[in-house]
Structures are given as C-alpha cells and as structure tokens.
C-alpha cells in the first residue's frame, strides 16, 4: 500500500510567537520521519505514481511525504530534515500567498485563534456575519463538524465549520480581514514571514523537492464558478516562477469529497497538473485515481 502523510505547520511551537498554532513540533518530525524511513520504502512522486498504476511492486509498503500551504518552514526546517536524508517531499503552494504576501482567510483564522479568546473572536465574527448575510445558517451537524475537523474540540470545530462553509466567501474574507488587520497589524507583511518565497521554492527544487499547486485563492474548489480560471492561474504562475518539473501535482484545499468534483479534475488536467491528493484518511493501493489520493494525518502515523 502507498500512504501519504500530510504536514501543515511544522515549527518549535514553544518558542515561537504563536505557541498554541496546531503544528508539529520540529523535535518530534525528525523523530516521525526517521522512524518513518525505517518502516517503508520512503516513495518518490514518480514511483507512488507507478505503484498506482500497476507498474510498480515494491519490496515494502510505500510513504509520500506531502506539506501543504507553502509555508516559511517548509522551505527551511522541512526541506534540511529531508534533504539530510536523501529524501524528498511534495511541497504544495497557495500561489497568490507566495506571490502577494497574502494571507488567506483560512490562515488568517488559526492565526486569530491561537492569539484570541475563542469567545472573543467568535462572537466578533458572528456580529459581523449577521449583518452581513443575516441569512447565513450558523446551526451546525455535530457529527458531520467532528468528521471535517477531527483534531479540534467542538467549539473551535463548529466555529470553524461555519466561517469556511457557510460564509459567502467575500463576505467572510471581509470580516476576517478587518479582525485580523485590528489584530495585527499589516497583512503583507506577516505574510511575507508566513510564506515561502519563490526563491524559496527554486532553492527547495534544487535540494530534491517536488513542488505542487494548492490553488490560488484556497477556497472548497466546487464552490466557484471560475475553477478552470483559478486553477490555471495557480499553474501559471507556478511554472512562470519555479524551475521545471517532469510532474506537477496538486494538493486539494479543504479536501474532503463536497470541496472538488468532475468539473475540478477536467480543470487540474487541462492546467497541467497530474494529480490531486485530498483529505480523506486512508492508504492507497494500485487502482486507486490519481485525482482521489488519500492521505493521513501525522497523528495518523
């Protein structure tokens, strides 16, 4: 079987400015990665594509690293930790991120969280968001909420569930970035400190790093009505910035099956990119699409 591990945020949390951001802390990825290569044969993009398609058995099951959002660290931590060990990674950008210094709504929220009251900040966005779209549906499934956001307590999950899916989109990245901007401060320039750079991005190629695209906007793909727009805008800008690459993954923001669909996957083909790793947990095995990778979470492993 293939499993794909999925990293995020990556970084000596306790000394950082942001302690209570939910990451990985760097002691214990060194550990998770050399306990990872002793287990599995540690896959490159090129062999988990041919175990996928039926052309390749190898002698142990396989591992894909994969690091979502194109964060500071990854150029950094991450890609020392794998270069030291002959390894390599799929490194996933959010391209108006690392080209504007933009900080997305998503980003915007767990950065908020880990500096605010819960209480605080939620009952702010939900004044707002009544004002804004008083129609929005702000009641929430339990079970569906504890199924998208397994790692967060039902508060934060509930929360977090209504600002990404049933927030309009403008209307939630105009509250966020007035919180946020009230928070801290100049949005370029903490995402200038967030995002990797793209001479980040060609130094981490040069180190034996995949690059792959994770949209441009980071939004449920399914819900725009210009996918075909967004995508090829990641892909351009991608390839216009990086070095060449013989394959071009994509990482799905959210991922989870209601955030892509047919449409999403004609769209990744025609900009260029030849697969897509989503959220769903679970290992993989010959046969399973290209465009429906399963991953598992750190704490998975």
Known sequence: MLRVVMYHYVRDLPNSRFPRIKGMLA???????????AQYEMASVESAYAYLDGDYVPARDLCLLTFDDGLEEHAGLCTEVLADRGLSGVFAIITRSTDEGWVTPTHKNHFLLAH????TYRDAYLERLRELAPHV??????????KTYRWDTPEVAAFKFVLNFR???DVKERILDAIFEDTFGDEETFGRELYLSWDDARAMQSSGMVLAGHSHRHEPLSSLADQREELSRCATLLKTNCAEQERWPF???????HTYNDETVASLRAAGF???????????????????IQRVDPKDV
Not at 28 to 37: G, N, R, S
């Open 27 to 37: 002691d214990a990825f060194v550990t998770q990665v050399e306990a990872l290569q």
């Open 116 to 119: 605010l009251p819960l209480a």
């Open 137 to 146: 549906n702000v009641d929430v499934d339990p079970d569906e909420v504890s």
């Open 167 to 169: 927030s309009p989109a």
């Open 251 to 257: 990482t799905y923001p959210f991922g989870k099956p």
């Open 274 to 292: 030849d697969c897509g790793f989503c959220t769903l947990v679970g290992d993989n095995v010959p046969g399973t699409s290209r465009f429906a």
